[in-house]
């Protein structure tokens, strides 16, 4: 039992039948309690973030899909930082979908709290005159996308854009965030 819970040899040792079952009881009962704790704190880390739970798995498996399909190395590095970028992007699409359980008040001020140094990027949603009504049901109007690198986003032609993340080459421009596009 020493060796098994590693408690070590010591420099006492029992005597009688009577200390022996004691010393086997207590460092038994020892090692279940050192293994429960360290059962318990090894789940508390693993349990720390669903979305990184989520992108962990999603790389296991993209590289055995990757592995089975024979895909290049050289291109085997573009499709895992696509899926290290969309980690913060997955994290905003949670998010609504949390705030998607709350009353439609509730949901659009978390919205505009969420949302509001994008908004705040756009100079007529900056003013001093643009009634907070207004923003807070803007805000929760905002639909999150998210674009691979040399990804034509042609698609957001007529919309407006805010820039969370990245670099987007744009009318003869590198915008990065906070930037604005399509006003």
Wanted: proline share 4%; charged share 20%.
């Amino acid at each position: 039992v020493m060796t098994l819970t590693s408690i070590g040899y010591g420099d006492i040792t029992p005597v009688r039948l009577e200390e022996y079952v004691v010393c086997i009881i207590c460092m038994v009962l020892g090692g279940v309690l050192w293994a429960y704790v360290i059962g318990c704190v090894t789940s508390i880390i693993s349990n720390v973030s669903p979305q990184e739970r989520a992108f962990e798995a999603n790389t296991d498996l993209l590289n055995r899909a990757m592995e089975e399909a024979h895909v290049p190395r050289k291109e085997r590095h573009t499709y895992r930082e696509f899926l290290r970028e969309a980690k913060a992007f997955e994290s905003r699409v949670s998010f609504g979908h949390v705030a998607s359980k709350f009353s439609p008040m509730l949901r659009q001020h978390l919205m505009h709290h969420i949302t509001k140094d994008a908004l705040n990027s756009v100079h007529y949603f900056n003013d001093r005159d643009a009634p907070h009504t207004f923003l807070v049901h803007i805000a929760s109007l905002l639909t999150p996308k998210f674009f691979a690198r040399l990804e034509p986003m042609d698609s957001l032609r007529h919309c407006l854009c805010l820039m969370d993340r990245g670099t987007v080459a744009h009318g003869g421009l590198v915008l990065v965030h906070p930037n604005v596009f399509h006003e």
